[in-house]
């Protein structure tokens, strides 16, 4: 870290998820959307990607994102790179939650370390923190060269994942109590759980009714920002449109 953002550090830490947190989508979903309308062949990605649904519990979430990314087949990271500032300049910041925005910026006012810590892809991750502001962007590590491979490599930045990346770079939690000093974490996922027990401060957005059990048990801040779809068949439309491209 610089010294700048050990500083920062020292002042407080503020640890946000991305997809259902910072906005209500999954940015995958979205950056695929993106992707598909520009380039329509690559809509041939979804008869692969069907092909492996049978083996996913075998795959796992790190698997199948491998399978899912294939719609970038053969991009090369110049396209990638600007299809990704395309793709943020018009979702970021004009569908993030108001409401997130506004703690995250009280973050910034504060002086504190503000870090993005997403399962998405890294190739846009870093771009939507750099629109966002915060110090720190980090996600799923996409690796390859030149033109990207049908089922590219990548570790997936998701549970305790998120962890230790972040406790390589800003330093483990204290040993005392297992948290990070003055940290307070965003979060819509269980999949966060391993991130957020190593906060002293937690905010839960739109948590699922497990977790908003576990959040009210813990004396965790809760926020449900209205979602840009109805009901869960709106919702399934949505996506079902969106992994086309249509």
């Known amino acids: 870290m610089t010294d700048d953002m ?6 407080g830490l503020g640890l946000f998820d991305l997809d259902g947190t910072l906005i209500a989508w999954d940015t995958q979903m979205l950056f695929a959307d993106h992707v598909i309308r520009r380039e329509g062949w690559r809509r041939a990605y979804l008869a692969f990607f069907a092909a492996f649904l049978p083996a996913a ?3 796992g979430d790190e698997g199948m994102k491998r399978v899912f990314l294939s719609y970038l087949w053969r991009a090369d990271h110049a396209k990638i790179e600007a299809w990704a500032r395309d793709f943020v300049a018009e979702f970021f910041p004009a569908r993030c939650y108001a ?6 910026q ?18 846009y991750a870093r771009e939507v923190g750099r629109v966002l502001g ?18 590219p490599d990548l570790r997936n930045h ?26 307070h974490g ?19 957005v739109n948590p699922s009714e497990r977790l908003t059990a576990l959040g009210e048990e813990k004396g965790w801040h809760i926020e449900r920002p209205a979602k840009p779809w109805s009901t869960s068949a709106g919702h399934a439309r949505e996506v079902l449109r ?3 491209g249509i």
């Open 57 to 59: 519990k075998i795959l």
């Open 134 to 151: 915060f110090d720190l962007a980090l996600g799923t590590l996409v690796e390859w060269q030149g033109p990207m491979p049908l089922l």
């Open 99 to 104: 409401v997130m925005l506004e703690k995250l």
């Open 106 to 123: 009280r973050h910034r006012d504060a002086g504190h370390l503000t870090v993005l810590a997403s399962a998405s892809p890294e190739f």
């Open 242 to 244: 969106r992994i086309a």
């Open 158 to 183: 998701k549970g305790a994942e998120k962890v230790r990346r972040l406790s390589e770079i800003i330093g483990a939690p204290a040993a005392a109590d297992g948290l990070w000093p003055r940290s």
């Open 186 to 204: 965003y979060s819509d996922s269980s999949a966060d759980l391993p991130m957020l027990r190593c906060c002293v401060e937690n905010t839960l």
């Open 6 to 11: 050990q500083a920062k550090l020292e002042r």
